[in-house]
């Protein structure tokens, strides 16, 4: 199916288990391009979490707000676009391409972000194809079946030898008082 120019790109979120830095529950912030071909749809893709220090910890995050999609007028004669690097790359082709723009924002209104600090970092990963989907690896799993594992068995093992002793020992022995 070959998209044409009125096709538009979408944002969807995905909930994701993990961050390599701040663990927890994020959501994923998939930006997708209409299909124009099998292999030509792209895609950008975000975490809603910036930070403030070159060492990224939860303390140190602020929010990333990402604002819905606005069609731009892309004719290149009349484009708000003609100093940017899609014109100069694109050219009079651009006539013939889905452009949107979105908005996307570091910080919450007032808190002082801009004058606090010098420093951001955020990253997000542009590709083509379908975007990579989050995972637990193996190497966690293994970990939390270990760390889950061993005292349960431990746990178990000591529960079966403390009933085996108790019923083996002979009634009359504990109905004496005798151990």
């Known amino acids: ?10 944002f969807y979120d995905v909930a994701t288990l993990d961050d390599e830095h701040t663990p927890g529950v994020f959501n994923t912030i998939n930006l997708r391009t209409p299909v124009l ?10 975490k809603p979490i910036s930070y403030t220090k070159t060492v990224r910890d939860i303390t140190d995050s602020i929010d990333v707000t990402s604002y819905g999609l606005q069609p731009n007028s892309a004719n290149f004669n009349d484009c708000v676009l003609t100093s ?17 723009s979105a908005n996307i924002s570091f910080g919450t209104f007032k808190d ?5 600090t010098p420093h951001i970092s955020w990253t997000f990963m542009a590709g083509y194809g379908e975007p990579p989907e989050d995972y637990v690896s ?36 504990v109905l004496l008082g005798h151990m």
């Open 138 to 173: 193996a190497l966690v799993v293994l970990v939390v079946s270990i760390g889950f594992g061993i005292p349960a068995l431990i746990i178990l093992v000591s529960s079966i030898y403390i009933i085996y002793k108790r019923l083996s020992k002979p009634r009359d022995a």
């Open 1 to 10: 199916m070959k998209g044409g120019k009125n096709d538009t790109m979408r």
């Open 37 to 46: 071909g099998e292999y030509d749809q792209s895609f950008l893709q975000w």
């Open 84 to 100: 940017s690097l899609l014109c100069a790359y694109y050219g009079t082709l651009l006539d013939e391409l889905v452009v949107q």
């Open 112 to 116: 002082g972000f801009y004058n606090a």
